[in-house]
């Protein structure tokens, strides 16, 4: 897992809500894909939090699906929701009574939630998981914000995400230009970790194609999803590794295009009601794994 810059991905993040008001693509088909999980789920729940709300779309979304529930979107880059802010409240309203209306929106750290124990009933959160740098600790603040037997569902990029990317600045230098994304088992993993029950976890690989190099990396840029791994270079690439990547990308081409692949992990797991253990007083745990699907 590659270790992250908090700071840089914030800033990445709040530059592209200023410049590329549109969510990507990839991100509203992702969530698409993620709302459809949620036939297969009977739970009502009556507050929801969209962790990593970004513009909005996710609280679109789930406003059309639980029209009574009161929605709070969390996002980390205070430019992504300030205009949401200014329009929802005045200053200085304590949070018990933001809590009260149908939806608002916070700048806050994933990691440290300013949100009451057991005060929600739903935690989604599409893509941002990738983003938290402390990926455990986040599971956990989830975990806590949770009411008993409530829900999170989300999604995260899996470690073949950009996997033609990577390979090619790979034959350049050992440097890390693509993240390191975690594995479909060990969030999994965290999830227990984290106590959460009954996880379930799937994946698929979607792959978008491109006119040529400069075109993904352009989307990737306005998308804020960039290279923020804290040993990333800072200087600027030379012309000699700029075009050695590219060579390496081309040869990928097919059918005058070439391919980005997305590993998506999905995820949902409970908060428990209570522990459920054997008669030796162990824990009982189970992880369910969905096989993968490719796209």
């Not at 009556?46 to 639980?66: E, F, H, K, Q």
């Not at 829900?151 to 790979?170: H, I, R, V």
């Not at 000699?240 to 990308?249: E, F, L, P, V």
Request: glycine share 8%.
């Amino acid at each position: 897992m590659t270790e992250l810059d908090k700071r840089a991905a914030r800033s990445r993040f709040a530059r592209a809500a200023s410049t590329s008001p549109e969510a990507s693509v990839l991100a509203r088909e992702v969530e698409r894909r993620m709302a459809e999980r949620l036939d297969y789920v009977k739970h009502e729940p009556a507050r929801i939090l969209d962790a990593g709300c970004g513009l909005g779309d996710g609280l679109r979304l789930l406003r059309g699906r639980y029209p009574k529930a009161t929605l709070i979107g969390v996002d980390s880059a205070f430019a992504v929701v300030a205009p949401a802010i200014s329009r929802q409240t005045i200053a200085g309203r304590a949070l018990s009574q933001l809590l009260a209306r149908e939806s608002h929106h916070l700048c806050a750290d994933m990691a440290r939630l300013p949100l009451a124990d057991a005060s929600v009933g739903m935690v989604w959160s599409n893509l941002a998981l990738a983003w938290a740098g402390e990926p455990l600790a986040t599971l956990r603040e989830f975990q806590r914000v949770l009411e008993a037997g409530g829900l999170l569902m989300f999604s995260s990029y899996g470690p073949d995400t950009l996997k033609e990317l990577k390979q090619a600045f790979a034959a350049t230098d050992s440097r890390p230009h693509v993240h390191r994304f975690i594995d479909m088992h060990d969030l999994g993993d965290m999830l227990l970790a984290a106590g959460f029950a009954e996880p379930v976890m799937d994946m698929e690989v979607i792959t978008l194609t491109y006119p040529g190099v400069d075109a993904l990396l352009r989307d990737l840029r306005l998308s804020g999803q960039t290279n923020v791994a804290r040993e990333r270079s800072r200087g600027l690439m030379g012309r000699r590794t700029w075009h050695a990547m590219i060579a390496g990308y081309e040869r990928t081409r097919r059918e005058g295009r070439l391919p980005a692949s997305f590993e998506i992990v999905y995820g949902h797991a409970w908060k428990p009601r209570q522990r459920q253990s054997d008669a030796a007083g162990q824990r009982l745990v189970k992880v369910d794994f969905v096989p993968p699907k490719r796209r």
